[in-house]
């Protein structure tokens, strides 16, 4: 009797715990450009096609989203092919942010790069991917640091 008792609580918890990752992956959460709001630590790396020779590209820097829209990068470091630039601090463009947690990231516009961008629904991280015209490979992750 007590190993059908056992068996059951078993098969019990293991259903409860199935029943709490569904919930979990149909999280009700939506986003808007609100979702990102803060400093963040952002960090890109790929390739510029220069001459139709791949050039490693990888760039830190710190983005200030404002939750409507604009965003700022106060500081950054860019390396091209080995060469350091110092990211000036005027650098400013815009984003988006659809309730399906996924938008656009464009560099002062018009005319800057363009990215795709996907966030996480609370705000905490992003992914960029270079999509706009040009010859660039460039793809990374940013993650909050402060509100």
């Known amino acids: 009797m007590k190993a059908s008792m056992l068996q059951g609580l078993v098969i019990a918890a293991i259903a409860a715990g199935a029943s709490a990752n569904a919930l979990a992956d149909d999280d009700p959460r939506t986003c808007s450009e609100a979702t990102l709001k803060g400093t963040y630590i952002f960090a890109v790396s790929g390739f510029t096609i220069v001459g139709g020779v791949a050039q490693p590209k990888a760039i830190v820097q710190f983005t200030r989203f404002d939750g409507d829209g604009i965003f700022t990068v106060p500081a950054g470091t ?6 350091i630039t110092h990211i000036p601090s005027t650098v400013v463009g815009v984003y988006t942010l659809g309730p399906d947690c996924t938008g656009s990231y464009q560099f002062a516009p018009p005319g800057g790069p363009i990215f795709d961008l ?13 999509t706009g015209p040009g010859a660039q490979v460039l793809q990374g992750t940013g993650e909050r640091l402060s509100r």
Not at 118 to 130: K, R
């Open 118 to 130: 996907f966030a996480s629904p609370g705000g905490s991280e992003y992914w960029l991917i270079q």
């Open 78 to 83: 860019v390396s091209m092919n080995g060469i």
